[in-house]
């Protein structure tokens, strides 16, 4: 059976002064909270604080973003390497707010999965189809070229590293949501896509969690879904009690 996981993509927000007060309150909702596994991924100068004040407790700390090479000429970036001596373990690649306002493509988000997954971090890979995209009805095959070209060159031992995070763009931020019946269709299409890269078993095994304005209100529908394995919570990750009522929906 397939555990859940209920991650936390804060984007730009909080500083490390709020980070620490913030995992606080997070320790105080969640303490006995072993059903599901609970990541906070926060901006990089946010890491050093989440890290020292997760410690002992069952929440992880992931990173928004990761370079694809191990050192160089790369102003203002962060390699996999570095995030791993920071004490992290998850990083989250190919967020459409990457893909959208840095020029991130299919080809970079795979170069980024593979160094991360090279280096030992767990990835959260984010794939998902604009409005249009569904509008027009090409939603199946978005996912699968997202998916084939993210994944290219990853191993099916690799693959249990890998957790996919289907977010459709047009739910991002705006306050829509996919109905039960899409986000359970939509995940299943990519486990349909894992099954014809790695097998069946594999695709079993392979989390895929829905993202795409999830919060304490309609979770527990969301989460009962058949092929949706958690959430990537963006705005909802951002308040600890609203938080801590997602993460009870998971248990």
């Not at 993509?9 to 059903?35: H, R």
């Not at 949501?177 to 014809?196: F, K």
Request: proline share 2%.
């Amino acid at each position: 059976m397939r555990r859940k996981v209920i991650a936390g993509n804060w984007k730009m927000n909080k500083t490390p002064t709020e980070t620490k007060l913030f995992v606080e309150e997070l320790k105080a909702v969640s303490q006995n909270k072993n059903g599901c596994d609970i990541v906070i991924c926060v901006p990089f100068v946010d890491i050093a604080c989440a890290v020292e004040g997760t410690k002992g407790t069952n929440i992880k700390v992931g990173a928004q973003n990761v370079h694809f090479a191990p050192s160089g000429a790369y102003t203002g970036e962060i390699s996999a390497q570095m995030l791993l001596d920071c004490g992290v373990e998850y990083v989250v690649i190919g967020h459409s707010e990457r893909r959208q306002y840095f020029g991130e493509t299919d080809e970079t988000v795979n170069a980024r999965v593979k160094a991360a997954l090279e280096a030992g971090l767990k990835v959260i890979l984010c794939i998902g189809e604009l409005e249009k995209e569904r509008e027009q009805g090409i939603t199946a095959e978005i996912l699968g070229k997202q998916t084939k070209i993210d994944l290219l060159g990853v191993t099916a031992e690799q693959m249990k590293n890998v957790i996919i995070a289907y977010e459709p763009v047009w739910a991002i931020g705006t306050g829509k949501t996919a109905t039960t019946a899409q986000a359970d269709e939509a995940c299943g299409l990519v486990r349909g896509v894992i099954s014809s890269l790695y097998g069946k078993e594999t695709a079993e095994n392979t989390i895929i969690q829905y993202g795409g304005s999830m919060n304490a209100k309609n979770a527990s529908e969301l989460l009962a879904c058949v092929n949706v394995d958690g959430g990537l919570i963006g705005g909802a990750s951002l308040k600890a009690p609203d938080f801590g009522v997602i993460i009870n929906a998971a248990q």
